[in-house]
């Protein structure tokens, strides 16, 4: 099939439409480097749009009619929207679904301590990084932290031109010959990615006091912050790249940025989904949390808060939710949003260029994800991907369809083959990215346009 570059055929308009997405999505990309800011975010996002909370239908008992907007907040970390159709909800849904979640770097429970004249934070890993690519930046600090009487601290240091900012060190050149032998994933270990916070000691007259640097630390998060050491065990502090998104290239055809894996996704997803406010079919968004470990935890797919909103949302419709949930979910279709890897030319022997998602080409459908021989993978149906196919066509969105990467490299996995566990029809259609997982990724901007144009496409005809 001969490929197309989406930029060639906008026209003046829509280069101002593509430019306007982008720009929003760099917005919403600076305040939402975690799970936890992207979940506030989208809500505020919703609520603006005049979705409400089903908490306050099911304190009410209020009957959920057609035309409702309603979301469901999970912890502060995941988030499921519905826009309630005119057919009856067990004719089925359209499903868009992201994650919110980003490789990382997370504090342990007893992370700070000091070592030589130098205040540390120790850390574990979030998520599939090369570790080697997370020393010698500026880091930002992000989280909350939640004191025995339920005082919630929420943190965010580094992300302000004034606020100092946190890394992690490297030994000089000069010095590396040995460490410069050893395999790229061993380099850094991971217990060697702690993160230095400070060097100052704390003044006393006693001089016999250890720890004054750490000391001095405390003393600051007390007066500023009022944390105190022991605080940090009831404490979720994520350490992401300092900085905000930018455009890419001397063309500004580009978006880098700290996590646009899965946020990309997530983001066309959202403005798709409160895009398209009057619907047949009941629309539904999900963006979840703990998609790079597996989905697991309460916060991630596998668990039952969306079946389990479902199940309330068809009680308040009047419906019998044990078997009403089981035909909604059986007669719904899905796109499961999540990034490709694009074809880099300077890796071309980790691509199979005629089956890799290229740089401007479009939305990515990938029938199957998994790993060598499909292990893992949903593998969509033919039948549903010409179904996507004509969508896709009859509204000109530009998409292509990918695998990622050569078959016996690797692969990866994405939250469809658990909505599949419900019979659901779905396929993973997302953005390519460059340099995904590292701290700053990259996304082509019309690649962006074309999932918000074809997830409202999706939403309107499915």
Not at 395 to 422: C, H, M, P, R, W
């Amino acid at each position: 099939m001969k490929k197309e570059n989406a930029w060639m055929k906008y026209t003046e308009e829509n280069v101002v439409k593509l430019n306007e997405i982008c720009e929003d999505y760099k917005s919403f990309l600076n305040v939402s480097k975690t799970e936890r800011e992207a979940t506030k975010e989208i809500i505020k996002r919703a609520e603006e749009k005049g979705y409400k909370d089903l908490e306050e239908y099911i304190k009410e008992n209020k009957r959920i009619l057609p035309g409702d907007k309603i979301y469901v907040n999970n912890k502060g970390k995941a988030v499921a929207l519905f826009n309630i159709g005119t057919q009856p909800l067990t004719e089925g849904m359209n499903i868009l679904g992201a994650h919110i979640d980003s490789p990382r770097i997370d504090l342990k429970a007893n992370a700070l301590y000091e070592s030589d004249g130098f205040a540390y934070f120790d850390t574990h890993y979030y998520g599939g990084i090369k570790k080697y690519q997370w020393v010698t930046l500026p880091l930002a600090i992000h989280g909350v932290v939640v004191k025995k009487d339920g005082t919630k601290i929420e943190l965010s240091i580094g992300e302000e031109e004034t606020d100092p900012v946190v890394g992690i060190t490297d030994l000089l050149p000069h010095l590396a010959q040995e460490q410069m032998k050893k395999r790229a994933s061993d380099l850094i270990k991971g217990e060697d990615l702690d993160i230095i916070i400070g060097n100052q000691p704390l003044k006393t007259d006693d001089k016999e006091e250890k720890d004054l640097v750490k000391k001095n630390i405390l003393k600051l998060l007390k007066e500023k912050y009022d944390i105190e050491e022991e605080d940090f065990l009831s404490a979720e502090i994520e350490v992401v790249p300092a900085g905000k998104s930018r455009d890419f290239g001397l063309d500004k055809s580009m978006v880098m940025a700290y996590g646009q894996d899965d946020k990309v996704c997530a983001y066309t997803s959202l403005e798709a989904f409160l895009e398209v406010e009057d619907v047949e079919k009941t629309s539904s968004c999900i963006l979840v949390d703990k998609e790079e470990i597996g989905s697991v935890g309460a916060t991630g797919m596998c668990s039952h808060f969306y079946d389990n909103a479902i199940a309330e949302i068809c009680a308040l419709m009047g419906q019998d939710s044990h078997i009403a949930v089981r035909r909604v979910l059986n007669h719904s279709k899905m796109l499961s949003s999540d990034v490709n890897a694009a074809y880099d030319p300077l890796y071309k022997s980790a691509m199979d260029k005629r089956n890799a998602s290229e740089f401007g080409q479009g939305v990515v459908f990938c029938k199957y994800t998994g790993s060598r021989g499909k292990s893992g993978s949903n593998d969509a149906n033919a039948e549903y991907l010409a179904e996507l196919r004509k969508i896709m066509d009859d509204a000109n969105v530009s998409f292509q369809l990918s695998e990622l990467g050569k078959v016996d490299l690797g692969g990866g996995g994405t939250i469809a083959y658990i909505l599949a566990n419900y019979n659901v029809e779905v396929i993973d259609c997302g953005v390519g990215v460059l340099s995904m997982h590292a701290p700053w990724e990259v996304t082509s901007k019309s690649d962006i346009y074309e999932a918000y144009r074809g997830y409202i496409a999706f939403l309107k005809d499915a």
